[in-house]
């Protein structure tokens, strides 16, 4: 076997392992993954970094400096009409995340780390949760102690919610 032939063989093996997704905490019970294609980074940062603004739909929580660009942060939860977050934190555990040419902090419970997962996993989330959470999936991962959301970034992005105070 030549080098050409192992890169071929390894890039197989790695579409056999599945897609990578980061993991993250949604609320106590509620677990769910993005795509790593849209994510930007991962990052913690003081509640004092987030700038609210007058006049936005609740989910809003305000702008950041995020590496020299203004970025809106959002509640993830209020996004998708949950329950929001408790407006009491000293900190907020952040996704930024890039649909298209925008760029969306979405601020969840807490950061899990990647995993990776076969696409043939990946069920239809009807019957499976919450009809109001239907439009912003693209499916749901059933395992024995959870069902894990595989979250549509794109569907985040163009919700309603973010537009309408």
Not at 71 to 91: A, E, F, S, T
Not at 99 to 116: A, D, M
Not at 120 to 132: L, R, T
């Amino acid at each position: 076997m030549n080098t050409s032939e192992l890169a071929i063989i390894n890039q197989e093996t790695q579409k056999n392992l599945g897609d990578t997704y980061l993991r993250f905490q949604l609320n106590q019970n509620t677990s769910a993954v993005l795509p790593v294609k849209h994510i930007q980074e991962a990052i913690v940062i003081p509640a004092s970094a987030v700038t609210p603004m007058p006049n936005m739909p609740e989910c809003i929580l305000g702008l950041i400096n995020w590496r020299s660009r203004i970025c809106w942060i959002v509640d993830l939860l209020g996004v998708m009409y949950l329950n929001p977050l408790d407006n009491n934190h000293r900190q907020y555990s952040v996704v930024m995340i890039r649909v298209e040419s925008v760029l969306l902090g979405l601020v969840v419970q807490t950061i899990k780390g990647t995993i990776k997962l076969v696409p043939d996993a990946i069920e239809s989330p009807i019957g499976q949760v919450p009809p109001g959470l239907v439009p912003y999936l693209r499916g749901c991962i059933i395992q024995p102690s959870e069902i894990l959301l595989v979250l549509d970034a794109q569907a985040i992005v163009h919700s309603s919610s973010l537009y309408s105070p």
